[in-house]
């Protein structure tokens, strides 16, 4: 006989670790004994880091217990979770001994004398371990690149706590953490147990942040598994950072707009409407206008985006390049302009523009292309 007790289901404990909650796993111990009873004391090595509850007490013959490891973080001196995560290095010993007679309502009632090994044989288990969970565990790991302890930390989590979509303490989910690390890898472990694509976070969607960081793996994996491009579009954002690349793989994947979107120039793909409007109620062309990216804006034109499309206060993409200040932009755009931008007074009348915010020099270079004098 090597034990009297066993500890079910296995030796391991898992304790889901979140800021401001109760920090606990639960245990099993099973009397093997037939005939006897037995006393347990279950022992953590650090005590000031847990507490156990029962900590002592009575089996009868093959009856269980379950125990409660509470995990304590020493605030505010210590941070809330260990250094070593997710497999503790803590060390707990499971003493148990015979005791003829004795009745299993002692809990945490044993006297220590019980457990000296000069009068009663004492088996002692220092097989149990800390597994530990949770959002703070995982952004950590997520945070350190570490692609095989999260596939652990999320195959160990409760289903019903759907922990790929937690948060770190600054409310960022895992995957706007794993695409702001450019981790493709961690992305789609994170898409295998589910996390949600469309969760924001501080106000962009994980398809806008792939953009902002040009992440064009990353994008094709959302964009695989369903990601929505509509909102304040991941399109506007691939414009402003002048990311052709990233902007054809949104186009490609069925960038959002305007329902009716119009196919002038007959250059639009299936399913691909360039034409979405931000918060602001700019385009992507106009975005990509005002930034500079001139291949942006010759790639939204090919893919027939609307030129002579206005904002709430009027602006067009070509207002847009004017502020800007280059006047290639002006050209390339100008050279699609089927209809003219009007009206030719008040505060968007495009030589007015110009004539605010250019140098004097090229004011009648622009009225020349525009007006065509």
């Not at 391991?12 to 401001?20: F, H, L």
Request: charged share 20%; with cysteine; hydrophobic share 45%.
């Amino acid at each position: 006989m090597d034990r009297l007790v066993k500890l079910e289901p296995s030796n391991q404990v898992v304790i889901r670790i979140e800021p401001g909650q109760r920090c606990y796993g639960v245990l099993t111990l099973r009397n093997v004994m037939y005939t006897m009873p037995v006393a347990f004391r279950v022992l953590p090595l650090n005590q000031a880091r847990f507490t156990i509850r029962p900590q002592t007490g009575i089996l009868a013959p093959l009856s269980t217990l379950r125990i409660e490891i509470t995990y304590l973080p020493q605030q505010p001196t210590v941070p809330l979770i260990p250094d070593c995560v997710p497999r503790s290095d803590d060390c707990f010993y499971v003493d148990s001994v015979v005791c003829v007679g004795a009745t299993s309502s002692a809990l945490d009632a044993v006297p220590a004398s019980w457990f000296n090994a000069k009068k009663k044989q004492v088996f002692t288990d220092s097989g149990l371990r800390i597994f530990y969970t949770g959002s703070a565990v995982l952004a950590r790991l997520i945070e350190d690149g570490e692609m095989e302890k999260v596939r652990e930390v999320l195959e160990q989590s409760d289903p019903d706590w759907h922990a790929a979509d937690s948060t770190d303490a600054h409310g960022r989910t895992l995957l706007q953490l794993a695409i702001a690390r450019g981790r493709a890898d961690l992305v789609q472990l994170l898409i295998e147990f589910s996390a949600d694509v469309e969760a924001a976070s501080q106000g962009r969607s994980p398809l806008e942040a792939a953009a902002a960081y040009g992440q064009t793996i990353i994008a094709e994996l959302l964009l695989a598994r369903g990601a929505s491009t509509g909102g304040d579009t991941p399109l506007h954002v691939a414009a402003a950072a002048g990311d052709e690349v990233m902007a054809r793989l949104l186009i490609a994947g069925g960038c959002a707009g305007l329902k009716d979107a119009r196919n002038r120039a007959g250059a639009i793909e299936i399913g691909a409407a360039v034409d979405g409007r931000d918060g602001s109620g700019w385009t992507a062309l106009m975005m990509a206008g005002f930034k500079g990216w001139m291949e942006v804006i010759r790639l939204l034109l090919a893919k027939g985006a609307q030129i002579d499309a206005r904002d709430e206060e009027g602006y067009t993409a070509l207002h847009c390049a004017v502020e800007a200040g280059t006047q290639s932009m002006w050209q390339i755009l100008i050279g699609y302009l089927d209809l003219f931008l009007g009206p030719v007074s008040g505060p968007n009348n495009f030589p007015l523009l110009a004539d605010k915010c250019l140098h004097k020099q090229n004011i009648e270079n622009i009225h020349m292309i525009v007006l065509g004098i």
